[in-house]
């Protein structure tokens, strides 16, 4: 499996540094308000890297932030008059709520930016230790950039031609304003009740030293694998790099993977633009997940996607003519012919996630399985389903055939094909009292639940 380093900005083989197992952290929400289906073009192409991952028989651990206290989070609860806990609860139940309308398989940890604060304050403890982070007048605690030699390596950036703002006390800011970042945040008045008591006087963590903290905790030191929008990578991703690394004085993650924005009419499609819709208001006019789900996994995650509503159109159509397909496809033996489609999409998702060269796998045995008839290509559909999410998502009756019933069906079609119709009438009746009813066709057997 190769994929395409940020870092190095070459295409690499993708090894788990230990355990066969890949150590993922990918950049969560910033739960004050709904995530927009911009968000969810990120979180269904770490899906999509996950289960490419898993179906090349790696393992995985992936630990995705929630983060629940920052600016804008503070911001929202302040202005609502409302605890900061109870503001982004609603957020936050809402976006496991949409994990699962567009089948994103969840990750193993979701850790709450408020429930780390201690180890966030370890952290910037460290780093003042070391000399590279330093107290300002106010109580706030900066990071030195000039301090930490690798700054701007992941986002290229050539420091000595930088005209470089002193401080930056904002989470968010752009390359022009490449400075000194807060790691730790002196109360203000406008945080009202929010604020915890530190070594250096009452506050709050900056955005950045959240992710340091909590991936390093749940991952260790040095990890496989982070993860996110390409909006993300500067400042975000460069200062989690220089807390972590100034800290331990060991490389922090060896891969680092983003992916291009959804925009809308050319531009990002953002919340401050006010360019947005969420999940919901997709649904609300009649989309279903499953469809959303396909656009958004359907286009090369480094590829820019222009929304559009041709483009859900599209989805539905296309999804007719999977779901004709597979209702006819059966159990049994691969035929040639099926096989090499999969290898084809087994060689596109491992080629940096090439999706748009997957699909035309897909849709090349939909082709050939039309004309030839679908004996044998039920379990090709399932397997490129473990990657795609697609294919079975919303409909159950294939997809959750158990393991003990799809056996008695690859006998059961073994023995059709030695003609022992005593053993397949048997073998039928044993499926039946497992709950599925199997039929016989031209293409052979179709199992549905009884
Ligand atoms: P946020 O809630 O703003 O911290 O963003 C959560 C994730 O969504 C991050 O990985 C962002 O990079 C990503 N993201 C935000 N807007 C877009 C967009 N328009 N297209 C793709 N990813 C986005
Ligand atoms: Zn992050």
Redesign the pocket.
Same mark, same amino acid.
């Given at each position: 499996m190769k994929v395409f380093n940020s870092l190095t900005r070459r295409t690499e083989e993708l090894k788990p540094l230990e355990n066969n197992e890949i150590r993922l952290y990918?950049? =969560?929400?910033?739960?004050?308000?709904y995530?927009?289906? =911009?968000?969810?073009?990120?979180?269904a192409?770490?899906d999509i890297l996950r289960r490419t991952v898993l179906f090349n028989g790696m393992k995985i651990r992936q630990v995705m932030n929630l983060?629940d206290v920052d600016d804008?989070t503070i911001k929202g609860a302040n202005a609502a008059g409302v605890a900061l806990c109870d503001y982004t609860k609603t957020y936050k139940d809402a976006f496991f709520e949409d994990l699962k309308k567009l089948n994103i398989q969840p990750a193993e940890v979701y850790p709450a930016a408020t429930d780390h604060i201690p180890e966030m304050i370890a952290l910037v403890e460290k780093l003042v230790e070391k000399g590279v982070a330093y107290k300002s007048e106010d109580g706030s605690v900066y990071f030195n950039v000039r301090k930490f030699p690798g700054y701007g390596k992941l986002a290229h950036i050539d420091f000595d031609n930088q005209r470089t703002g002193a401080r930056c006390a904002a989470d968010e800011y752009d390359k022009e304003n490449v400075g000194d970042f807060a790691l730790w945040k002196a109360w203000e008045e406008s945080d009202g009740p929010v604020g915890w008591d530190s070594p250096w006087g009452r506050g709050r963590p900056g955005?950045h030293i959240e992710c340091s903290a909590m991936s390093m905790k749940y991952l260790g030191e040095t990890f496989d694998l982070h993860?996110?929008?390409?909006?993300?990578l500067f400042p975000?991703h460069e200062n989690e790099i220089a807390q972590a690394e100034a800290a331990t004085g060991k490389e922090f993650v060896r891969t680092w993977m983003?992916?291009?924005?959804?925009?809308?009419n050319g531009e990002?499609?953002?919340?401050s633009l006010g360019n947005?819709y969420t999940l919901r208001d997709l649904i609300g006019k009649g989309y279903s997940g499953r469809e959303i789900r396909y656009v958004l996994v359907n286009a090369h995650y480094r590829s820019g996607?222009n929304f559009a509503f041709d483009a859900l159109e599209d989805a539905k159509k296309s999804l007719a003519r999977i779901d004709a397909c597979v209702d006819k496809a059966t159990e049994g033996e691969v035929p040639e012919w099926a096989a090499r489609h999969l290898d084809a999409f087994a060689a596109a998702v491992n080629d940096d996630l090439n999706m748009p060269k997957a699909f035309a796998a897909l849709f090349e045995l939909v082709r050939e399985a039309n004309a030839k008839g679908g004996a044998g290509t039920l379990g090709v559909f399932r397997r490129m389903d473990e990657v795609l999410g697609v294919i079975f998502f919303g409909r159950p009756e294939k997809a959750e055939i158990p393991d003990a019933v799809r056996k008695l069906l690859d006998e059961r079609a073994a023995a059709r094909k030695a003609k022992n119709w005593a053993e397949s009438d048997r073998l039928r009746d044993e499926i039946a009292a497992a709950g599925w009813t199997v039929k016989d066709s031209r293409d052979g057997q179709s199992c549905t639940k009884a």
């Open positions: 990918t950049c =969560g929400p910033t739960v004050y308000n995530a927009h289906i =911009g968000n969810f073009r990120a979180y192409f770490e983060t804008k955005w993860t996110g929008g390409i909006d993300n975000h983003h992916c291009a924005h959804l925009r809308v990002k499609m953002s919340k947005f996607l």
